[in-house]
């Protein structure tokens, strides 16, 4: 199927980037001492981690994960691996550090349960069971009951990055001079790659039909008078083949990050090292 390029429009706005220098953080952390521990507390407290191999809304559904586990259940949450690596260039202030800092010698970690829908299994979400273990939420945590709990506490740590606002800003402007002002942006994100096979082995769910997306663009060309959409992906290319729009009134402004298979097995392989 040929691409209409009139659907999918040069548009002079720029590609969104990170910067890998974090800012100053400037967040107070007053929940959990400070670092390095003394002998005294190394041997007094307990630490919650996680080890998971996602991407990023995997990765922040973790961190804020990790974060409240350890509010709940009075626990230091220690990152082990490349987390604060990974969203650190996206939110500078998270205030959760690694196990290295804390200056205690390695734990003997006791694995949590995490079920299907990333919800801390029992009784990994029992005070008593867990009061004197150092527990890792293994797999994919992301515990909505849990962490809605402690919303104010850890909504500081996701503040963007300034750059990055200013990159959107910039990005948002172009488009708006070449289609005009009042618009309504909607976002497309379109995963393939690993979830397609990932979503059938798990929940027997197919691919998102190309017609799946072509019904909801019209949709919102009807809730909305002037629209343009924004596409992410993975695979930008079947998105240039598959995800047309019906009109060129609903232009379509493609964005893509694509991150490399082995890049992801590295960073797997050593995380369950620093976890042996």
């Not at 209409?4 to 890998?20: H, Q």
Request: net charge positive.
């Amino acid at each position: 199927m040929q691409t209409d390029p009139s659907l999918y429009p040069s548009s002079k706005a720029p590609n969104l980037t990170t910067t890998r220098k974090p800012e100053r953080k400037i967040v107070s952390n007053h929940f959990w001492p400070k670092f390095p521990l003394t002998a005294e507390q190394c041997r007094n407290v307990t630490f919650v981690t996680t080890a998971s191999n996602g991407r990023l809304g995997n990765r922040i559904g973790e961190y804020i994960t990790l974060f409240s586990y350890g509010r709940r259940y009075r626990k230091i949450p220690v990152v082990i691996g490349d987390l604060l690596e990974e969203l650190r260039p996206l939110f500078p202030q998270l205030r959760l550090a690694s196990f290295n800092e804390t200056g205690c010698l390695a734990r003997r970690w006791s694995y949590a349960g995490i079920d299907a829908y990333g919800q801390v299994m029992k009784p990994w979400n029992q005070t008593e069971f867990v009061e004197k273990r150092d527990v890792c939420l293994y797999a994919y945590p992301i515990d909505f009951a849990l962490f809605h709990q402690y919303r104010d506490d850890w909504i500081p740590d996701f503040t963007f990055n300034s750059l990055l606002v200013k990159q959107v800003q910039s990005f948002l402007t172009a488009v708006s001079i070449q289609y005009g002002r009042n618009l309504t942006y909607v976002g497309i994100h379109v995963r393939l790659t690993d979830q397609t096979k990932a979503y059938h082995d798990k929940f027997g769910a197919d691919p998102l039909s190309p017609e799946y997306f072509r019904r909801a663009m019209n949709l919102f060309g009807l809730m909305f008078p002037r629209v343009v959409f924004v596409l992410a992906s993975d695979d930008i290319g079947w998105c240039k083949r598959n995800v047309r729009s019906f009109s060129k009134n609903l232009p379509i402004v493609p964005q893509g990050r694509v991150r490399s298979r082995q890049r992801r097995h590295r960073m797997v392989q050593a995380k369950r090292e620093e976890l042996q």
